[in-house]
């Protein structure tokens, strides 16, 4: 590492406003290629019979919980490795790249293990369907076996994220889902010579987009990234790093996976008034990525920002990046509200709904979207705690909101007012979630941020 780079990395110094749209611009690019990909895949898959949709969505519990971890264990150390190289503790960043890569290849055999002996079983406690049986056999075999390269993907974007160079992991994950997107339809259909693979060819094309983005990200690191040294030779697992990375990644871990549990839970509820509603559900989580991810990619971007000038003791760099950062997601919340409002049914009619979905459906997303002007608030507020090392209480708002709320005031709502009333316990979770992530962000800026020493070089915007 030169004298240079060792004095000042630009999350340091330079204009947040600047700093802020230049990380996340790229993430939030990627991000939205991400969301088209996920709505094209269903759609190809949906053209083969409605089994193999079934089957590729009860997937969905497994393939969630492997990017929570595998994001999870990325945001302990993005914290970790940000803090670090703001303390000027580089053999401490090296130490936290190291063991990130290693955690990744750990829990990527850990699934495939899991992938080899429990696929059939994962389907047949859930159906007795042959067909669908199949399909999802197939699917989650592939996807778990070949994980690597989604674990290893993610680990090296956010090494790249973690030194500010976020461009590069627009390339990876931009680079992932195309080739996923071109692979779809030729490997299900058979086109182009290759042979008609079905669902088994959905997976497919998923394992060979991550592969491709991992092998881009490794190759970035190695040549791009110069604050880190990720040569692993001679490596021996350090448990003090592994404990303080997982200090934040578990709780965003746990975090990520609840998603699936309230999925499920509200699922249940839908299915005792007709399964249009369950399908209305689905639709609107397809939707409302192309609003979220946009969110979340300005959230990649602020987090090493925070976690580096937390470290370098820089209490106006990281409020003026706080409040910049919650401003911009309120602001994209509320163009999503506008549209999920306005063009309702055009938005159901991709998916070709019936008039029975569209007299749900427009309500639905109507009221559900109401959530939108809360949510930004609390997603940003909730990745300042991970930031700062406190990812404990980014999971209590979580948890808080996705089961202590949601369900049980679903369940007394579908009871007491029908199914249209069910919508709102996604707005009334929100606002629940917004008192406790305001009142939590007071408790951590009086103990973390406020003490914060300033000098006259370090204060400076």
């Known amino acids: 590492m030169t004298e240079e780079v060792q004095k000042e990395n630009k999350m340091g110094y330079m204009p947040i406003p600047k700093l802020l749209f230049t990380m996340s611009m790229p993430m939030i690019i990627s991000m939205l ?35 929570a971890v595998s994001v999870g264990t990325g945001v302990g150390i993005n ?44 389907y047949l406690i859930q159906t007795d369907d042959p067909e669908i ?74 394992v060979v987009g991550q592969i491709c983005g991992m092998l881009l990200g490794v190759v970035f690191n190695l040549r791009k990234n110069k604050e880190i040294n990720i040569n692993m030779k001679g490596f021996r697992p350090d448990k003090a790093t592994i404990k303080r990375i997982y200090q934040v990644g578990v709780p965003s871990i746990i975090m990520q996976s609840i998603g699936s549990v309230m999925v499920f839970g509200i699922n249940k509820i839908l299915m005792a008034f007709t399964s249009t509603a369950v399908s209305v559900f689905g639709v609107y989580f397809k939707l409302q990525s192309f609003i979220f991810m946009p969110v979340f990619g300005l959230n990649n971007g602020m987090v090493p920002i925070i976690a580096y000038n937390y470290g370098a003791r820089n209490k106006k760099r990281i409020m003026h990046t706080a409040w910049l ?32 979905m569209l007299a749900i459906g427009i309500p639905a997303l109507r009221i559900i979207s109401l959530s939108f002007t809360f949510a930004g608030y609390g997603i940003v507020v909730g990745s300042v705690f991970q930031a700062l090392g406190n990812g404990v209480y980014s999971l209590m708002v979580s948890v ?49 941020i406020q003490p914060l020493a300033l000098t006259e070089e370090t204060a400076s915007v």
Do not use: C
């Open 133 to 206: 049986v199949s399909y999802g056999t197939q699917y989650v075999f592939v996807v778990t076996v070949f994980a690597f390269g989604l674990f290893l993907a993610v680990i090296s974007e956010r090494l790249l994220q973690s030194t500010g160079l976020t461009i590069y992991n627009m390339y990876t994950q931009g680079l992932g889902a195309i080739i996923n997107i071109i692979l779809d339809p030729i490997l299900i259909f058979g086109l182009l010579g290759f042979p008609r693979l079905e669902v088994l060819g959905a997976a497919v094309a998923t």
């Open 79 to 122: 914290a970790l490795l940000s803090r670090s190289l703001g303390e000027k503790q580089f053999e401490q960043a090296n130490l936290a790249a190291k063991n990130g890569l290693f955690l990744g290849i750990v829990s990527y055999i850990v699934f495939a293990v899991l992938g080899v002996l429990g696929s059939r079983q994962f």
């Open 400 to 448: 808080a909101r996705q089961l202590v709320v949601i369900l049980p005031v679903a369940f007394v709502l579908a009871r007491v007012g029908g199914l249209i009333a069910v919508w709102w316990a996604f707005p009334i979770a929100e606002i629940v979630a917004l008192v406790m992530s305001t009142i939590l962000f007071r408790r951590i800026y009086k103990k973390k």
């Open 33 to 67: 290629v991400q969301a088209l990909y996920n709505v094209v895949d269903s759609a190809f898959v949906a053209q083969l019979n409605e089994d193999a949709l079934t089957a590729v969505s009860m997937a969905f519990p497994v393939q969630n919980l492997m990017i």
């Open 325 to 356: 950062s919650i401003g911009a997601a309120v602001a994209i919340m509320l163009v999503g509200l506008g549209i999920f409002h306005i063009f309702t049914g055009q938005l159901l009619g991709i998916f070709e709904a019936s008039d029975e």
